[in-house]
Antibody, heavy 122, light 107 residues
Framework: QITLKESGPTLVKPTQTLTLTCTFS??????????VGWFRQPPGKALEWLAL???????RYIPSLKSRLTITKDTSKNQVVLTMTNMDPLDTATYFC??????????????WGQGTLVTVSS | EVVLTQSPGTLSLSPGERATLSCRAS???????LTWYQQKPGQAPRLLMY???SRATGVPDRFSGSGSETDFTLTISRLEPEDFAVYYC????????FGPGTTLDFK
């Protein structure tokens, strides 16, 4: 059974750095073709992909935010960490992590965390 | 970067009716990289279709996907009450992009 859970601060101040952790179980991020992605969704708005890391440490970022994002993995802890610098109130959103397995569901993300709401406010 | 547009923005139908949701890409894409999700309020997205036409595990067969190049369709053959939600298409390419979503609500 694959599960993912996001954790991190619920409130950050403008200009601060956000660090979110995705802790997962039921799969290994050292397994070929497996990846974990981060997404966000501002209240009432559409989904937006942020970053993706694969089993081989291949990393992808949304071009518009690439300079602010860093994604890393800790295979031994079953965690993926996303950092986003210089937070702005426009970054207020629910942040999700999700699992992808190219061998199982192509480029779709089959399993998702419940999401964590991050509010950016002074 | 591929830009996805979805139509209609809102689709108002009744249970038992057929729903046809459209996703259009700004350029021709490989259908292998076109995905559909369903999202209900307060919940994470649920993977419905990948590769444009392959149903994800556990997805009922009333859901089907089709299309190629720039035009893709998600069809729900006979709506059940639990199908009323927001639907997103997504493309995986040099970047991952989502469409703005189609809200399927009760007529």
């Amino acid at each position: 059974q694959i599960t993912l859970k996001e954790s991190g601060p619920t409130l950050v101040k403008p200009t601060q750095t956000l660090t979110l952790t995705c802790t997962f179980s039921g799969f290994s991020l050292s397994t070929r073709q497996v990846g974990v992605g981060w997404f966000r969704q501002p209240p009432g708005k559409a989904l937006e992909w942020l970053a993706l890391i694969y089993w081989d440490d291949d990393k992808r970022y949304i071009p518009s935010l690439k300079s602010r994002l860093t994604i890393t993995k800790d295979t031994s802890k079953n965690q993926v960490v996303l950092t986003m610098t210089n937070m702005d109130p426009l970054d207020t959103a629910t942040y999700f992590c999700a699992h992808t397995d190219l061998a199982m569901a192509g480029t779709g993300f089959q399993y998702w965390g419940q999401g964590t709401l991050v509010t950016v406010s002074s | 970067e591929v830009v996805l547009t979805q139509s209609p923005g809102t689709l108002s139908l009744s249970p038992g009716e057929r729903a046809t949701l459209s996703c259009r890409a700004s350029q021709s894409v490989d259908s292998s990289y076109l995905t559909w999700y369903q999202q209900k309020p307060g919940q994470a997205p649920r993977l419905l279709m990948y590769g444009a036409s392959s149903r994800a595990t556990g997805v009922p067969d009333r859901f089907s996907g089709s299309g190629s190049e720039t035009d893709f369709t998600l069809t729900i053959s006979r709506l059940e009450p639990e199908d009323f939600a927001v639907y997103y298409c997504q493309h995986y390419g040099s970047s991952l992009t989502f469409g703005p979503g189609t809200t399927l609500d009760f007529k």
